[in-house]
């Protein structure tokens, strides 16, 4: 497949984000993908089945300059591992509702679900082919979250109004996602630590931050998913998931929607 004018060769060797870290890949092809261009990349002594199409934005140039800052966020993220979690609170009175509540839920007969397709906050990322054996490199990530203390989120105005779409989108036109979600909330996180942890003289500390706080965003909603954050309509389809998808993690299925779901229950 020709590359067009991308940025990397055939095979070339790279440096490509997965998760929080950098890992050795090749690129093996280029496409422009929603007026993007995407890379299909393997990723060096993995299983073939991790081969993915990923965004410009997550692949950098094999040089020392990169092989280094691979080498911190190693650092950065074994220290991550070794320090005290960091403590996320739900209040009470929320842990008992389902997502935000606008109006009464509607009492008549329900219909099969349709599935939708909705619009989703600007992201390069794109969910990868469904993975079936985990490489030995792949990072691990802590399934439990502890809970104590209060975080306190606002959410602007355009993101409620979204909320308040989706939600009528659920309950009133009995209309649900297609999953996996095409850009995923793992390539969320993936692509916000990216951002942050590239800005030039961020120090150490910072970085051990990022790092961490991110890290509990996604075992929050791995943890929240099922129980929380989830329409009565939409658990069947989430049973589905769980079959099919025995491999994956939530934040691997799930999409954005989702995700404002959990950070609107800290509000």
């Not at 934005?57 to 092989?67: G, H, I, P, T």
């Not at 911190?72 to 403590?87: F, I």
């Amino acid at each position: 497949m020709p590359f067009y004018c991308s940025c990397f060769r055939f095979r070339e060797k790279v440096l490509c984000f997965h998760g929080p870290l950098l890992y050795e890949a090749k690129c093996l092809r280029a496409q422009i993908r929603d007026k993007h261009m995407k890379y299909f990349i393997h990723y060096s002594g993995w299983n073939k089945n991790w081969d993915e199409w990923v965004p410009e934005c997550r692949v950098l140039k094999y040089n020392e300059a990169n092989l280094q800052k691979q080498k911190e966020l190693e650092k950065t993220h074994k220290k991550v591992k070794k320090s005290k979690p960091m403590k996320v609170v739900l209040k009470k009175e929320e842990k008992e509702k389902e997502v935000s509540t606008p109006p009464a839920p509607d009492k008549t007969p329900k219909p099969k679900p349709e599935k939708r397709q909705i619009s989703s906050p600007p992201s390069d990322t794109e969910q990868p082919e469904v993975k079936r054996t985990k490489p030995k490199t792949e990072p691990s990530f802590i399934d439990e979250v502890e809970i104590e203390n209060e975080i306190k989120i606002t959410i602007p105005p355009a993101l409620q109004n979204w909320l308040i779409d989706d939600w009528d989108l659920v309950t009133r036109q009995k209309k649900i996602l297609q999953l996996p979600a095409r850009v995923t909330v793992d390539h969320i996180i993936a692509s916000y630590v990216k951002e942050k942890v590239s800005v030039k003289g961020l120090s150490q500390n910072m970085e051990i931050t990022i790092v961490q706080i991110t890290n509990r965003i996604r075992d929050c909603f791995n943890s929240l998913l099922g129980n929380m954050l989830l329409y009565k309509f939409e658990r069947p389809q989430y049973a589905e998931m769980l079959t099919e998808y025995k491999h994956l993690r939530m934040c691997e299925i799930y999409g954005a929607i989702h995700l404002l779901r959990m950070f609107n229950l800290c509000q």
